[in-house]
Every structure is written in structure tokens, then in C-alpha cells.
């Protein structure tokens, strides 16, 4: 266990190509009101290597989603790089999968058929794509389930049928924003325990936007804490890196994971602290 | 159970208007209109001829298939072009700036105002009516399309993005889909526009339709048969509304139509 302020997050072994890695990226917007810009992120270096969980906490507007839709190519930073694999990121790609929240699942379609949609899409032959859908279907257990539509599912079935839809991309990193923020606690933590069966299966990189500083001590290999933000005028940055030695799989109860999430909720909170002794 | 329930519902209230009406021209209160008794004698004429033996006796299924080709043909002209140049428009800001204006200037314009124009340019006939029904229809189904596709949640065009899609497969597997339901709106809408237009071409002297037929009663006085013609236009439009539901119903099978969200 070891907490290191503002330490550039290192690829976790050494030598590694990290799948994503982000040097000096910022983000600024046009102001809401005058001229001028706000800037949301500055100055953020992150390395997700190969098969390695990564956590970003924080609290609320700090910036952790923009910075993940930044690595989606779904938002452009205003200054640094951004890579996937060495390539410049500029676009959404299916070497970038993601999970949002809210799901984004085709409704009109069935869970097969969501999960189907990236071989198609790429032209991957029907037999072949077929075999891939059934072995995910499996995987996130919802073979009983593959021909209902999703609007016919619960959330946290719907939230399955979406992470077996980018895992069938085959992805370098699964970028996931918040992604069971919108379940209820049990469910969440079955989708958790569900996750970490198959990332351990799988060996995907994995991005993960919580807010929940156990949900990400339970997840990650390490934890990234995103701090600042606008609403405290300061730019968001990487205020710490923790990386997560705990032995799987984790027990919330034990006292070294409390240790570490006393810690980390003091690193995530400080912020709100200041601000409240300023007030 | 549901049917019988309908009918018991549905039947009162025209059969009590039918009753008023034979009540008012018995009574003498309605004068110039026939009795409903001698329009349905006149409608089974115009259908199955052998009663009056007038140049429309039996007529109905050629007349009805003159205006129903005319409307189906119309709207299906407008229907390819308004729905591939409202997903276009509703996508492409560009193009709709060039384009979005000159429909929103000519849009106002009522099809009975280009009637004129219309028979100078395409002559007096049929295919005039067809070009007045495809004006009709081409403005309900673009803008229907237009506002479905720029209410496709962001959230399927990201996913869409994320895993992959071209741009070409977005189009038609993402946007033409999640915007169908206001699609088929803007279609029904349509619909009911080019039945309305395709009377009023109708009766610039075209031979044959529906229009003509009411016209042309009209200029014999024949009431009954200006009724009876009525009656199948309404039908008919009624039909090709129920028509287009059932085939997206079976076009769709069970999938849902409308975003969770």
C-alpha cells in the first residue's frame, strides 16, 4: 500500500506497452457566462497497461467522466497526448470499449443481437460471430435471456448484456463511466463480484469512473484520485495514486481494506473539506 | 369480448345520426338532400351497378383504383425522397442550412395554389394529380423524419460509435430505427393529406377517380351519388391508414419500437 501525491501513474510492470496511456492532458471549456474559458482538467498523466484494473474516484465535478469520455474519443483534450496502443486517439473505436450508466443499448434489438453488433459491424463472418455471441451470452449468464429485448430486463441485466456487447470488440481497455451507479446496492454488488469474475477470466484492461471509493478498492489494482474541479476553482488533477496490493478476492469487512478506505476517502473528501473551512 | 364491446360502443352514435337524418328529410327540414335509404341505393349502384344504369353504375372499383394508385403512388414518391433527405437533413447541420430554408419558404404554399402550375407543366391527366399528392405528402413525412432523427438519443450514436459502426450502417441500423416511430407519424399524416389532395386533382377534369366522380354528380345534380362517393373516399382513406400500421406492425414483428429511455 502505498499513497504518493501527485505521482505519475506508472505502468504497473515494467517494460509494458501500456494499452492507454495520457501525458500533460487538459481540458478546457468556453465559460458558461463571460468570455474566457473554464478549465476542467489540466496537467493529467495516466497509464493503463495490458490486463491491468485501474480505478479514477472523485468526487462530483471533478472531471473523472470527461477525462473517460477523453479516452473514448468521444471529447477531444486541449492540450497533451493521448494514445491507445501508440496510436493517437481521435475517435470512438472498437478497440476502445465502453460502458456507460445509463447502458446505451439498442432497443430494438435483442440482448443477442446488442451483443452481435460489433462482429457485424467489423464483418466478422456469421458463424463465426455467432459462436462469439453465445460464448459472452454465457459468460455474463443470460443464455435464458438472449432473445428478449433489453427493455424487457432488469438493470443489472441490461448493464450485463452492454459490457458482453464490448467485450465481443475484444477491446484493449473496457472503459466503464460509473457503470452501476444506477443500480440498486445489492445488485450492485453481485455486478461487482460479476465483473471481477470476468475481468480474472478475461485479462481486459479496464478503466473504471466510480464514485464510490470501495467499489474501487474491491475492483482495482489502483486507484487514481481525481481532485479539484471547477466548482472549487481549480482545475481537476491527479491528487493521489494508490496501488491496491490486497490478495483476491478482497473482503470489505477485513481492516486493511478500512485502513485503505479511510485513506482514500480522506484524499477524496479533502477538497469538499477546504472548501467548507473557507465558507 | 373486446370486439363485441366496440361494436356496442361504436354503433349507437352514427346509426342515431343516420336516423336523424331520414327524420329530416321526411319532416321536410332538409329539402335538397336525398334519403338515406335512396344513397345506399345509389352506393350499391355505384358499386355494383344494375339499378340505374348510368354511366357510373358499377364504376366503384375502377374509380377506387384510379385514386387509390394515384394516392399510394404519390405518397410513395414522397416517401423516398422525404425519408433518405430527413435522415440526411436531421444528421447534417450543412445540409440543412442548404436545404432547410427553401423547404421552410415553399412549405407555406397550399397544394391548391400549385394546382395551376402543376397543369401547365404536367398537363391536364392523372400524373398532375400524382405530382399534387407526392407536394402534399413530402412535407409531413420530412419534417416527422427530420425531428425523429435529431431525437435519437445521443447515447445509441455513441454506442454505435464505440463498437465500431460505420457511418453508412449508423444511418440505417441506428438512426433509421431509433427514428421510426415519428417516421411512421409523419407517413399517417401524409397519408390523410394525399387522400384530400387527390379529390382536388381529381376534379380538374381527370376521367376517372373518385374526385371526378363526385364532380361529374354534381354537375347532373345526383346528390345520392355525391354522398356514395363521399362514403368510399372516406373508406378508402380509412383503409390505406390502416393499411400502412399493419405493415409497419408486421415490418417490426415484436420489437419494440420506442427507446427504454
Known amino acids: ?279 | 369480448m373486446i370486439r363485441t364491446r366496440a361494436v356496442l360502443l361504436g354503433v349507437p352514435f352514427p346509426a342515431a345520426l343516420i336516423a336523424l337524418w331520414h327524420v329530416a328529410v321526411t319532416q321536410g327540414w332538409m329539402t335538397i338532400i336525398p334519403l338515406p335509404g335512396d344513397v345506399a341505393k345509389e352506393s350499391w349502384d355505384f358499386a355494383f351497378g344494375g339499378i340505374y344504369d348510368s354511366a357510373q353504375s358499377g364504376t366503384l372499383l375502377t374509380n377506387l383504383w384510379a385514386s387509390s394508385s394515384r394516392v399510394l403512388m404519390g405518397f410513395g414518391l414522397a416517401a423516398m425522397v422525404a425519408v433518405p433527405l430527413g435522415v440526411l437533413m436531421g444528421r447534417s447541420q450543412r445540409l440543412e442550412a442548404m436545404v432547410g430554408p427553401t423547404i421552410n419558404l415553399l412549405r407555406p404554399v397550399p397544394v391548391t395554389a400549385w394546382v395551376p402550375l402543376v397543369l401547365i407543366v404536367f398537363g391536364l391527366g392523372g400524373r398532375s394529380t400524382i405530382i399534387l399528392v407526392f407536394i402534399a405528402a413530402l412535407y409531413p413525412i420530412l419534417l416527422n423524419t427530420i425531428d425523429g432523427v435529431r431525437g435519437v438519443p445521443t447515447r445509441l450514436i455513441e454506442a454505435g460509435q464505440m463498437l465500431g459502426t460505420s457511418s453508412a450502417r449508423m444511418l440505417t441500423r441506428i438512426v433509421l430505427p431509433a427514428a421510426l416511430p415519428s417516421i411512421l407519424t409523419g407517413m399517417r399524416v401524409a397519408l390523410g393529406f394525399a387522400w384530400v389532395v387527390v379529390v382536388v386533382g381529381e376534379t380538374t377534369g381527370v376521367p376517372t377517380g373518385l374526385g371526378s366522380v363526385i364532380t361529374e354528380a354534381r354537375e347532373v345534380s345526383n346528390t345520392g351519388l355525391i354522398i356514395a362517393g363521399m362514403a368510399a373516399i372516406g373508406l378508402a382513406g380509412y383503409a390505406t391508414d390502416r393499411l400502412i400500421s399493419q405493415v409497419a406492425r408486421i415490418a417490426c414483428g415484436k420489437r419494440p419500437l420506442t427507446p427504454t429511455r
Open chain 1, 1 to 279: 500500500m502505498t499513497i504518493t501525491e501527485q505521482r505519475a501513474a506508472t505502468p504497473h510492470s515494467a517494460g509494458a506497452v501500456p494499452h492507454v496511456e495520457l501525458r500533460g492532458i487538459a481540458k478546457a471549456y468556453p465559460a458558461s457566462h463571460g468570455g474566457g474559458t473554464t478549465t476542467a482538467l489540466a496537467g493529467i498523466d495516466l497509464f493503463v497497461a495490458p490486463g491491468e484494473f485501474v480505478a479514477i474516484v472523485g468526487a462530483s465535478g471533478c472531471g473523472k467522466s470527461t477525462l473517460l469520455r477523453m479516452v473514448g474519443g468521444f471529447e477531444a483534450p486541449t492540450a497533451g497526448t493521448l494514445t491507445s496502443q501508440g496510436t493517437a486517439i481521435t475517435a470512438p473505436g472498437p478497440d476502445r470499449g465502453m460502458v456507460f450508466q445509463d447502458y446505451g443499448l439498442f432497443p430494438w434489438l435483442t440482448v443477442a443481437e446488442n451483443i452481435g453488433w460489433g462482429p457485424r459491424a467489423r464483418g466478422l463472418p456469421k458463424a463465426q460471430g455467432r459462436a462469439r455471441v453465445q460464448e459472452l451470452v454465457a459468460l455474463v449468464g443470460l443464455t435464458a435471456s438472449a432473445d428478449r429485448f433489453p427493455g424487457q430486463l432488469s438493470g443489472g441485466m441490461q448493464q450485463r448484456v452492454a459490457i458482453a456487447r464490448v467485450l465481443a470488440n475484444d477491446p484493449a481497455v473496457l472503459l466503464m463511466d460509473e457503470p452501476f451507479g444506477a443500480l440498486d446496492a445489492l445488485t450492485r454488488q453481485l455486478m461487482q463480484q460479476e465483473l471481477h469474475k470476468i475481468w480474472r477470466e478475461l485479462q481486459p484492461a479496464v478503466l473504471f469512473v466510480t464514485h464510490s471509493v470501495e467499489e474501487a478498492l474491491f475492483l482495482a489494482d489502483r486507484v487514481v484520485v481525481l481532485s479539484g474541479g471547477p466548482t472549487h476553482g481549480l482545475p481537476g488533477y491527479v491528487r493521489a495514486v494508490v496501488d491496491v496490493d490486497l490478495a483476491h478476492p478482497r473482503d470489505v469487512t477485513s481492516p486493511r481494506f478500512n485502513d485503505l478506505k479511510r485513506e482514500l476517502l480522506a484524499q477524496v473528501l479533502s477538497d469538499e473539506h477546504s472548501a467548507a473551512e473557507q465558507a
